[in-house]
């Protein structure tokens, strides 16, 4: 039973580490932009908008509906940039091993 006592040890060990790298990539932040840049957000790595940064020469009402559709494809695009963060991240506490999405 002590290598069940030992997997039990390394399994508590490696969680801790986790719990640690998801509070430290929460404060972590990535940028993307669409348009050309016209278009930023940033978002964190607990996947929260943190800003959004728009040209203010694209602020045109008759140009609301692209100006729209730029704002969605850089948050998206800020959004896969911070869950790619994470994974690896958490791909060096884990060895590569598979673990269940834990953040969403």
Partial sequence: ???????????QQMKAHMDRLQEELASREVEAGAGGGIVTVRVTGAQEV???EIDPSVIDPEEKEMLQDLV??????AL????????EEMGKITGGLPVPDIFG
Avoid: F, H, W
């Fill in 72 to 77: 969605q494809a850089a948050v998206n695009e």
């Fill in 80 to 87: 896969r940039k911070s869950k790619e963060m994470m994974q």
């Fill in 1 to 11: 039973m002590k290598g069940l006592g030992d997997l039990m040890k390394k399994a």
């Fill in 50 to 52: 943190v800003s959004i």
